[in-house]
C-alpha cells in the first residue's frame, strides 16, 4: 500500500509538471500584410467591423492576399480585402533551442522529482520526509 502511494505521488507530480510545461500560443506582435507573407506563420486578421479570423498563413497571388485555413485533407484559401483590415497579428514563437532547453530541463526535474518520492529504485530509496501518520497522534 505504501508502495502504491508513492507511485501514485510520482505520477501526480509528474503530470502536474507535464501540464505546468505546456505552452500557451498567442498572437502577440503585430505585422503588415505582406510581412505575414514572407514569415508564413500564424495569424490573426482583425477587420474594420471587429470581426477576426485566424489563419495558418497569409499567401499572395495574382494580385490578392489570401487567408489559408487547415481543412482536414487540404488547405481552403480565403480572399482578403485589404480595404478591410484593420490589424495583423502575428502568432509568436520560441526558436527550437528554448524547446530544447524546456524539455531537456522538465525532464530532469521530473525525474529529480521521482528520485526524491522514492521511485529510482537502487538509487538512494528517496528521501525521509518524517515520521508516519501513527508517530504524529
Known amino acids: 500500500m505504501k508502495k502504491l502511494k508513492k507511485r501514485l505521488k510520482a505520477i501526480a507530480v509528474f503530470l502536474s509538471g507535464l501540464i505546468l510545461l505546456q505552452s500557451c500560443s498567442s498572437y502577440k506582435t503585430p505585422v503588415t500584410l505582406e510581412q505575414a507573407v514572407q514569415n508564413e506563420?500564424?495569424?490573426?486578421?482583425?477587420?474594420?467591423?471587429?470581426d477576426s479570423q485566424e489563419y495558418k498563413y497569409?499567401?499572395?497571388?495574382?494580385?490578392?492576399?489570401?487567408?489559408?485555413?487547415?481543412?482536414?485533407?487540404?488547405?481552403?484559401?480565403?480572399?482578403?480585402?485589404?480595404?478591410?483590415v484593420?490589424?495583423?497579428?502575428?502568432?509568436?514563437?520560441?526558436?527550437?533551442?528554448?524547446?530544447?532547453?524546456?524539455?531537456?530541463g522538465g525532464i530532469f526535474v521530473i525525474g529529480l522529482i521521482i528520485?526524491?518520492?522514492?521511485g529510482c529504485g537502487g538509487l538512494g530509496g528517496g528521501l525521509d520526509w518524517g515520521g508516519s501518520y501513527a508517530e504524529l497522534k
Open 86 to 104: 484593420k490589424t495583423v497579428l502575428m502568432k509568436k514563437g520560441l526558436p527550437w533551442w528554448a524547446w530544447t532547453l524546456i524539455i531537456v
Open 115 to 118: 528520485c526524491a518520492t522514492g
Open 41 to 50: 506563420k500564424a495569424v490573426k486578421v482583425t477587420t474594420v467591423d471587429e
Open 58 to 84: 497569409i499567401m499572395y497571388s495574382d494580385g490578392q492576399f489570401y487567408g489559408v485555413k487547415e481543412n482536414p485533407g487540404d488547405d481552403v484559401k480565403f480572399p482578403i480585402s485589404t480595404d478591410e
